[in-house]
């Protein structure tokens, strides 16, 4: 039986342009989670961000901007912490030893590797290659009993759990590192770009229509929701008719996502009637919901030095938790320096 007390991670790339599926896919469960009894931290994870080419200019700021949208979007950072990976070394240290832990093998099975490589593989930088050893020392070095993971991301925390079960089991010293688990959020819509109902809604599209952005105002994001694509029929008044139709179906899944409401009460409010009934519905809905995260984004990124000062104080809180875990790991290694965990 476990002994660790509960404890949340999670982390987001600085990628920059978070879009309304980052909201409601991850952030918003964030935030539900500090009505939880977990202690969280929500990491900026930007030494992931440079396993592919960064400007460092754009790299600082959508840092920051991550960080603006954790805040904007409920984080409290006296309730969580809220950090950038760079700030604490322990994520760097702890990460080449679990490259030692880790196996080849299990690597090689690592499927979003494969996707994000592609063809390019062998051009591919090795960090981009080693990414979940660092993920498993971002959760690891804060003895983190639970992670909210997507789909995209669970074959990744199996591997934090190897890795912590080897380490275990290497070292004999049991129940060092606790086997985390995922914490999977309620069923939520899967949202399509606002173009094309069968591909997921994304910041890498090109097209700037595609995709409810976080910092929209509630101008664009009206009219954004007016432009979207659709069918000529009206809405069913049940959810098998929308089995066929991956526009509507994506409208009335954001609709749900932000209201609570289930589709099946939606279809029988707008079943029979067109998009030209739907859409505004759809759009003061999505406009109460977002366009006060991108306010406040904007203010915060108009304070980059309050941004700062928030992101340095959560480092300061998380080192503190990582240093002694760090301080444990070269003591039972044997590695006489210590670590600097910083």
């Known amino acids: 039986m476990t002994t660790h007390a509960p404890r949340v991670f999670s982390g987001m790339q600085p990628t920059g342009n978070l879009t309304l599926g980052n909201y409601l896919g991850a952030l918003r469960n964030f935030v539900a989670l500090q009505e939880r009894d977990f202690e969280r931290l929500y990491c900026v994870v930007d030494l992931h961000a440079i396993t592919v080419a960064q400007d460092p200019a754009t790299l600082a700021r959508a840092t920051r901007e991550v960080a603006a949208a954790y805040i904007a979007s409920g984080l409290d950072p006296e309730r969580s912490i809220i950090f950038n990976q760079s700030r604490v070394s322990a994520h760097a240290e702890l990460g080449w030893i679990f490259t030692c832990v880790a196996r080849m093998g299990w690597l090689n099975r690592m499927t979003q590797f494969k996707e994000k490589a592609g063809k390019n593989r062998e051009n591919a930088s090795v960090g981009l290659f080693s990414y979940p050893t660092l993920m498993a020392a971002d959760i690891l070095a804060y003895r983190a009993t639970h992670v909210p993971v997507g789909e995209d991301q669970k074959q990744h925390l199996e591997l934090t759990r190897d890795i912590a079960a080897k380490f275990n ?80 179906l994506n409208l009335v899944g954001i609709y749900s996502a932000l209201s609570g409401r289930s589709v099946a009460d939606i279809l029988a409010e707008y079943g029979g009637q067109g998009f030209g009934a739907f859409k505004p519905a759809l759009a003061e809905m999505t406009v109460t919901k977002i366009a006060p995260i991108g306010e406040e984004m904007r203010r915060l990124m108009q304070s980059p030095d309050e941004i700062d000062a928030i992101l340095a104080d959560g480092a300061e809180r998380a080192a503190a938790l990582a240093r002694p875990v760090l301080r444990e790991v070269y003591e039972t290694l044997g590695l006489t320096g210590g670590g600097s965990a910083r």
């Open 169 to 248: 089991n290497d070292f004999n010293v049991p129940d060092f590192f606790p086997l985390p688990e995922p914490l999977i959020q309620a069923e939520t819509a899967r949202i399509m770009s606002l173009r094309d109902g069968r591909n997921k809604m994304s910041k890498s599209d090109p097209s700037d229509m595609s995709r409810i952005n976080l910092t929209d105002d509630a101008d664009l994001i009206a009219q954004k929701i007016r432009k979207a694509k659709t069918d000529p029929e009206p809405l069913p008044s049940e959810a098998e008719g929308l089995a066929e139709r991956p526009e509507a």
